[in-house]
């Protein structure tokens, strides 16, 4: 084999392995839904009777800048889902630069105590993974009837939308990016 065919070869390998990994990062799916009930809590952030939401098993591919949906969370004790959390069993001040990452990027957990990188508005924070932002369940009790979490979310305590200089208005669905760190 020359080594014009080698080098075309390796270049069709490269291409296709680009074009694969672009693939696997648009094809996470949907695998099923959760119907919230069509009586029960109501409330701003809580699941809408009756309606359908998406449930995902899994999250899109982690790079050195991963695109997330950042949301603010609460993880102390007596608010948002009310548990403890899943890593530690411990609750966690809105002071603590901590996350709850999406059912694919929490791993089952293999990602409990690690810290990311989160980086937004020209800033970057490092945050420790204490919790698991769940894609498959809600609309429930157990859950505060809050809706599963989107398969790319970032659930942020108060401490990390601040050294982001994230405020006001700002504050809800906010686009990131973020890497193991």
Avoid at 9 to 14: H, I, P, Q
Avoid at 16 to 25: E, Q
Avoid at 123 to 130: F, G, I, N
Avoid at 150 to 179: K, M, R, Y
């Amino acid at each position: 084999m020359s080594t014009t065919s080698i080098l075309v070869l390796a270049l069709v390998g490269l291409l296709l392995a680009a074009f694969s990994s672009t693939a696997l990062a648009e094809k996470c799916q949907p695998s099923g839904t959760l119907e919230s009930p069509a009586r029960g809590h109501t409330c701003d952030e809580c699941c809408k009777p009756g309606h359908v939401y998406p449930t995902y098993r899994c999250s899109p591919p982690v790079s050195n800048h991963t695109k997330a949906v950042m949301t603010l969370n609460d993880f102390s004790e007596g608010v948002d889902g009310g548990a403890p959390s899943e890593c530690d069993g411990k609750y966690h001040s809105n002071s603590e630069r901590v996350v709850a990452l999406s059912t694919g990027w929490y791993a089952n957990g293999k990602r409990c105590g690690e810290y990311i990188r989160i980086n937004a508005k020209g800033r970057s924070v490092l945050a420790k993974v204490v919790d698991e932002c769940d894609t498959l369940h809600g609309c429930d009790k157990p859950h505060a009837f809050q809706l599963p979490c989107p398969h790319n979310g970032v659930d942020a305590s108060q401490a990390v939308w601040d050294a982001l200089g994230i405020f006001g208005d700002e504050v809800g669905d906010f686009p990131i990016t973020w890497s193991d760190a």
